[in-house]
């Protein structure tokens, strides 16, 4: 039978025993000597041998002369010799007082009994029963001491590293199953070499940078990176978060620090990999907890260890942060996280190999073009992407099918982007026809306009807190906006709220987020884009705030009211300029948005292959709308 099977898991006992006598060495030494110990008392203690006389003969021996010594143990028992004479030579005995007897005393000093007192020795089996609650006391406390040590709270060693080790063996992740992020992995490239082949780089006196820092925003990866870098070098691995450092005890955080670059040295040539660093690396000062702050301690501790260690102990630190922009200084300069590598957003050839890897062990359906889904969601990071190919495969298994297809990839993709369809929610025949028309204002414009994305779809299934959604999609990677882009964005933004206008001649609350995004983006194109004629090439509102204040209370003006009201100024300018523009494309082509608003309300979801068909509109093959079509077929 397996060693795992056998009850108590293979560990050396039953499962109602609380001990693990493999792995606790300690507890079986203790045990074993326990026994050794009560072992040899029964076995050095052969019983009393002295004979046992009835408390009326020894009083006919006393009186006859024939005592020679008594001891009186505890009041009750006597043990004593006799003359020689009948018996030969002296002879032990032993007897017990009945009763209390006051002539016993007198009679022992009128026969010349020599006397003496004592207490009587407690047997072994009392010594195990009085040892008894102190030795289960003992056990108690170290099961209860075990139980914390082996559980996550590590209650008795708050000073140890919580780092866990991931050894040679346990590293599988290569750069190969990192796709994409070419330039990323030439730069840990060079770590992976030192680590394999330092003298390749001490003999010509180069020296290797001591910390890496990966900067990305979330799901890019870095982690990833990481664990692929130790795979690649196939030294040990330490992972710790930067919140692990940081307790409610004071200088606790700094002992882990000490025990984290201890345990690197000690297993050196070693990675150590501190994940989120702005936990504990933020700048200091920052806070208002004065220079005795927790977590400047531990900062402090850090840079010490960093700046004292040596890299020709073959030891790498690597970190990950979403937020460089909120670390400390003294952290970036050479010596330190002297090297910074950058984990972009993957572009489409990225993602395209990203989803490769993870639909690996899915069955895709011949009709999946992992080209076409690579393309339709841009913006997306790794992670987004490995959550997408595993929802299409849920899309799937609730279906029975048993490979993926499109389809299901497309369910998966509105259900990340645009929220879970609630198909359950009632709404009134009256809120869906004006919810239609909003939506329709939305989409009828990305046909008018010339700097739209192309629509991929329109909906009045509510998602999320959305009663509807008009969602286009870029048709190629796009790192910057022009002027024209941005104006368009804005106008698309009021196509719901000027189709409400026209058509009920009033608004509803559902205009909300749309008037927030317009006038966003009209503010930023002013404040931060110097999109405005009269303002120019201008910046307003610096961005700097105190790093543990909100942004709402650190806000602050840099410019004159003088300047502030042309800056509102500006903002109306743009925002009536685009309305008045969305007001006239929407009254001229009314009746395409009605028609566009009935079919909704019959159909719930139109795309854009079939709003051009209802519109009349004709196909524009240069626009990669639609995500189940193939190329050119729109």
Known sequence: MDDKKKPGGGQGGPDWFPFNFNNNRFALIFVASLIVFFALIFLFDTGNSDMELPYSTFFRYLTDGQIDTVTILDYNEIQGTLRGGEYGTNRSFITRIPYPDEELMPLLRDNGVIVRGGRKSPSPFMIILQSLPWLIGFFLIWFMFRQVQGGGNKAFSFGKSRAKQYLENDSKITFNDVAGQHEAKYELQEVVDFLKNPQKFTKIGARIPTGVLLVGMPGTGKTLLAKACAGEAGVPFFHMSGSDFVEMFVGVGASRVRDLFEQGRRNAPCILFIDELDAVGRTRGAGYGGGHDEREQTLNQMLVEMDGFDTKDGVIILAATNRPDVLDPALLRPGRFDRQVVVDMPDIKERESILNIHSRKVPLSEDVDINRIAR?????????????????????????????????????????????????????????LMTAYHEAGHALLHYYLENADPLHKVTVIPHGQALGLAMSLPEKETYSRNRNWLLDR????????????????????????????????????????????????????GEEEPIFLGKEIARHQDYSEKTAEKIDGEIHDILRSCL?????????????????????????????????????????????????????KV
């Open 490 to 541: 804005i106008k698309i933004t009021m196509g719901g709220y000027v189709a409400e206008k026209l058509i009920y001649n009033q608004t509803t609350t559902g205009t909300k987020n749309d008037i927030e995004q317009a006038t966003k983006i009209a503010r930023r194109m002013v404040c931060e884009w110097g999109m405005s004629d009269s303002l120019g090439f201008v910046t307003f509102g």
């Open 580 to 632: 008045d523009s969305v007001t006239k494309l929407l009254s001229e082509h009314k009746d395409q948005l009605t028609r566009l608003a009935e079919h909704l309300v019959a159909k719930e979801s139109l795309d854009d292959k079939e709003i051009r068909q209802l519109l009349g509109f004709p196909d524009d093959n240069s626009k990669q709308t639609s995500f189940l079509e193939p190329p050119g």
């Open 376 to 432: 339709a969601t841009p913006g997306s990071s790794g992670a987004d992407l490995a959550n997408l190919v595993n929802e299409a495969a849920l899309f799937a298994a609730r279906e029975n099918s048993s490979a993926v297809n499109m389809k299901h990839f497309e369910e998966a993709r509105d259900k990340l982007l645009l929220g879970v369809a609630r198909r359950s929610r009632v709404i009134s025949p009256e809120d869906k």
